[in-house]
Nanobody
Framework: QVQLVESGGGLVEPGGSLLLSCVDS????????HEWYRQAPGKQRELVAH???????NYADSVKGRFTISRDNARNTIYLQMNSLKPEDTAVYYC?????WGQGTQVTVSS
């Protein structure tokens, strides 16, 4: 059983930054792709960023140039650096590995 634990969410003003982290309890973390999703109130969960086991990345158009996904295999951790945040980035952000999901961390962008 794999557990994913997100942290780093919070309240930030427009234009600000946050760094989300996701710690993966799995024993073979490095061989799996990982993703960050988000879900805003009343909306479907959407893919934000993807990172392959080899470190290749892909992003939703809405976050390209502002968000960066990365991984530290030595720490079993996935990161999402979020810069130039906008109110429309407000959502619960979830870490994903295959069929495993974290509990989510709330990000609120508001002045």
């Amino acid at each position: 059983q794999v557990q994913l634990v997100e942290s780093g969410g919070g309240l930030v003003e427009p234009g600000g930054s946050l760094l989300l982290s996701c710690v993966d309890s799995g024993n073979i973390f490095s061989i799996f792709d990982h993703e960050w999703y988000r879900q805003a109130p009343g909306k479907q969960r959407e893919l934000v960023a993807h990172i392959s086991s080899r470190g290749e990345t892909n992003y939703a158009d809405s976050v390209k140039g502002r968000f960066t996904i990365s991984r530290d295999n030595a720490r079993n951790t996935i990161y999402l650096q979020m810069n130039s945040l906008k109110p429309e980035d407000t959502a619960v952000y979830y870490c994903n590995e295959g069929r495993y999901w974290g509990q989510g961390t709330q990000v609120t962008v508001s002045s």
